[in-house]
Nanobody, 124 residues
């Protein structure tokens, strides 16, 4: 198994930036694709971004394309989500997840391992 811990959330004004980190431990991080998902109160957990095990494939939700960048550093067992031009509608708990299929899938149920989440709040 792989254990995941997110950090970097917080309160930011609209137009600002945050960088989320996802630290992995346990099994070899580079064996897994990594995804980012978010959930607002009363809403389903939705896909945000994903990156394949090698970093060669990256997928984004249409709502964040051009604003968010997913990356990873396998030597540090850490994944990242750089969020720029943040909007109030980006407010949510953000979760990182690991998928041992490795290709960067966008479907929530593809991911077996999840972090505890970190709150991102964007004020208008």
């Amino acid at each position: 198994q792989v254990q995941l811990v997110e950090s970097g959330g917080g309160l930011v004004q609209a137009g600002g930036s945050l960088r989320l980190s996802c630290a992995a431990s346990g099994r070899t991080f580079s064996n897994y694709a990594m995804g980012w998902f978010r959930q607002s109160p009363g809403q389903e957990r939705e896909f945000v971004a994903a990156i394949s095990w090698s970093g060669g494939v990256r997928n984004y939700a249409d709502s964040v394309k051009g604003r968010f960048t997913v990356s990873r550093d396998n030597a540090k067992n850490t994944g990242y989500l750089q969020m720029n031009s943040l909007k109030p509608e980006d407010t949510a708990v953000y979760y990182c997840a690991a998928d041992d299929y490795g290709t960067g899938r966008t479907v929530r149920d593809s991911y077996a391992y999840w972090g505890q989440g970190t709150q991102v709040t964007v004020s208008s």
